[in-house]
């Protein structure tokens, strides 16, 4: 199909200017933005190819310096711009440096250029302001990035295996440690402070699994109060714990988050729910709970570890018991850019993987569990609940 010279005005008028509030509802922003995202790709030129790939200074994430507040400082000033050298004088930075960062964000549209060296925020500035958001570019930075730099060299060294040992990784190339990742992010608590709140904003009004697995139904019947019903397994600082409670307040039985020491000194208080200090590849001290409920933690291992992890619950569940794994399952062909690329941050950052449907049903068969059922309950990066109980 070739168009005129004026559709393709006409179509570029419409284009500019539309943002995500003149869309009505969500499907309809989300297929628009994919055809806009491909779109790009098919009008490329080589040129634009290489400045697309090559230049990571996005992908960099601090390169504009966010501990200068640039986007909170723009953010708060709802209606009105602000001058470089007003922005010099609040921040301290020197005025040159900061004209260039700045016409560097407006030019990707992390900013808005209003005039000549006026500057106001736009929905991404907004974006990046927000918290738990603006910790996932710590994170990406400080935690990832530097296994990203050596993950090529990584690969070569060993003639293209898949990363399979999470002890000898390009996190450890790239860091310059010993340590195994969790071990390396705990004893600092900027870099677990960082993933942890990172954590939670990304999953920020989204689906989650109760909103798929019909929990009361499935566990609730019969149970005693002394039961433990949930024990969530590296549950971080217990948000699905509080999640569940607040989404079935009377439900019987226990509750019980287990994580690391570091993440269960941070832990959410709430009533019912009990935090304790478990390292899952040891002896699992709660027996026979209804489910044994592990979110993002297969993910963050190779096949092996995982088999660990589930086989140390396996040893304590009985014939009521059933493991739930919220994680993603990559469909075994049409993979979401999303979840290719941190399937391949999971590669950077842990020797580990996110597993197409192929993939989990041989890990978990290897682990001795069969399959009952799976629930997908987000479109693009299909996180589901797996649910699997002994062979
Ligand atoms: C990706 S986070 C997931 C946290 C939580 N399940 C969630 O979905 O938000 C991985 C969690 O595993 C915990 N973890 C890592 N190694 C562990 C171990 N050996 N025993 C228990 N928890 C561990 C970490 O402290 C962290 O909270």
Request: hydrophobic residues 40%.
């Amino acid at each position: 199909m070739t168009s005129t010279t004026s559709d393709i005005a006409g179509l570029v008028k419409q284009l500019q200017g539309l943002k995500a509030s003149d869309v009505q509802d969500e499907e309809t922003r989300k297929s628009l933005f994919e055809a806009a995202r491909d779109v790009t790709f098919t009008l490329e030129s080589p040129g634009d190819s290489i400045q697309r790939i090559a230049y990571i200074v996005r992908a960099q994430g601090k390169t504009y310096c966010p501990d200068l507040k640039l986007f909170e400082i723009l953010s708060q000033k709802e209606h009105s711009a602000s001058s470089t050298q007003q922005l010099a004088e609040t921040t301290k930075a020197d005025e040159v440096l900061l004209g260039r960062i700045l016409r560097y964000l407006a030019s990707v549209g992390m900013i808005e250029e209003v005039g000549e060296d006026e500057w106001a925020a736009t929905n991404i500035t907004k974006t990046l302001s927000v918290p738990g958001l603006k910790a996932g570019i710590y994170h990406n930075h400080d935690n990832i990035l530097p296994c990203w730099q050596v993950l090529p060299e990584f690969l070569a060294e060993t003639k293209y295996q898949n990363p399979s040992d999470g002890a000898h990784s390009p996190f450890q190339k790239g860091h310059r440690t010993d340590q195994m990742p969790f071990d390396w992010a705990l004893a600092v608590p900027s870099r677990f402070d960082n993933f942890l709140q990172w954590m939670m904003a990304n999953r920020e009004g989204q689906k989650m699994f109760l909103d798929v697995y019909p929990f009361e139904k499935e566990l609730c019947h019969g149970l005693k109060p002394e039961i433990p019903l949930f024990v969530d397994v590296g549950g971080g600082i217990g948000h699905q714990c509080l999640a569940l409670k607040q989404r079935i307040p009377h439900a019987p039985g226990r509750v019980i988050n287990q994580d690391l020491p570091p993440a269960i000194a941070q832990a959410i208080p709430c009533e019912g729910v009990e935090h304790t200090i478990h390292d899952f590849m040891a002896e699992q001290p709660i027996k026979g709970a209804r489910a044994y409920y592990l979110r993002n933690i297969m993910h963050d291992w190779p096949d092996d570890k995982c088999i660990i992890i589930l086989q140390r619950i396996i040893e304590v569940m009985d014939k009521d018991s059933v493991i739930l794994i919220d994680d993603m399952v990559l469909p075994n062909q049409g993979a979401h850019w999303r979840a290719t690329q941190l399937d391949l941050a999971m590669m950077a950052g842990l020797a580990a993987m996110e597993r197409t449907e192929k993939q989990w049903y041989s890990m978990l068969d290897a682990a001795g569990l069969k399959v009952e059922k799976i629930y997908t309950y987000t479109p693009e990066l299909r996180d589901s609940i797996i649910v699997a109980v002994p062979k």
